[in-house]
């Protein structure tokens, strides 16, 4: 069964950083893109980043670029997003998400909070 756990969420004052991890088992994921998304109360999931399995590109979302930081390591089906200059607005539950559209699949995580107080 596959499952991805996230952890590294926690309370942090605003410029302040974190870093979460996803690890993912029970299948391969070679092939596989992985992201981040988040969701604050009241509001839809958004896309925050993602690293691509071929060649490992990045792609971010523009409230975050330049904070944020993606990165996988690929023997450890692991991806990670390293936060910098965090701002209240930051606040959100995040999900990370490995997706293949080759394969047709998608996983998410449980969601781990990241709090960002002024």
């Known amino acids: 069964q596959v499952q991805l756990a996230e952890s590294g969420g926690g309370l942090v004052q605003a410029g302040g950083s974190l870093r979460l991890s996803c690890a993912a088992s029970g299948r391969p994921f070679r092939g596989y893109d992985m992201g981040w998304f988040r969701q604050a109360p009241g509001k839809d999931r958004e896309y925050v980043a993602v690293i691509r399995w071929s060649g490992g590109g990045t792609n971010y979302a523009d409230s975050v670029k330049g904070r944020f930081t993606i990165s996988r390591d690929n023997a450890k089906n692991t991806v990670y997003l390293q936060m910098t200059s965090l701002k209240p607005e930051d606040t959100a539950i995040y999900y990370c998400?490995?997706?293949?559209?080759?394969?047709?699949?998608?996983?998410w995580g449980q969601g781990t909070q990241v709090t960002v107080s002024s």
């Open positions: 998400n490995f997706y293949s559209t080759s394969y047709g699949s998608t996983y």
